[in-house]
């Protein structure tokens, strides 16, 4: 249990530190933002309960925000995020139940569940953000096309992310 808790605070340290040092000085042609540190919320063991997933996803987005300067919408987009998280898990698993152990991982899940779990829920986040941070419908299409081209940035991040720390041990 305390080995659990460790990991996630180092991980949710570290993400918070990548995003704000590295990450936010990313713009890709203006349009293209990767957001990482939402990793923290996909990896959070199936058994967190659902508040201390509110709590950790409002004080990561809010940390987030804190760095970046960005009036809440990070801390906005990660609770909605996580208070999704439980219905999105049912919406793309086959089972109920999981081992006890069993992590929203690639390698404990298999590509394909992980890749539909971060697609789902990281268009949401990203949807949330933008659509925060311009505050207007008026330019839809180009914060939608914004939004599209950071998911898929995103994803790229996440699924080589999943491949770097998810190796199989021999």
């Known amino acids: 249990m305390i080995n659990i808790i460790l990991k996630n605070t180092a991980r949710f340290v570290f993400l918070i530190f990548l995003q704000v040092i590295i990450l936010d000085n990313v713009r890709i042609g203006g349009y293209i933002n990767p957001y990482l540190y939402v990793l923290f919320i996909l990896m959070l063991p199936f058994e967190t309960p659902k508040w201390l997933l509110l709590f950790s996803a409002f ?80 330019e839809f299409f180009q914060t939608f096309f914004r ?17 770097l720390i998810s190796r199989k041990t021999k």
């Open 59 to 138: 004080f990561l987005g809010f940390f987030v925000d804190i760095f970046s300067s960005t009036g809440g919408i990070h801390a906005a987009a990660s609770v909605f995020m996580a208070f999704l998280r439980p219905n999105i898990i049912k919406m793309v698993s086959q089972r109920q139940d999981y081992e006890p152990g069993t992590r929203p991982i690639m390698r404990d899940l298999g590509f394909k569940w992980f890749f539909s779990y971060a697609l789902v829920l990281v268009s949401a986040h990203h949807l949330v953000l933008f659509f925060l941070e311009v505050f207007t419908f008026s």
């Open 147 to 163: 939004t599209l081209l950071s998911v898929v940035f995103t994803l790229f991040l996440l699924i080589t992310s999943q491949y």
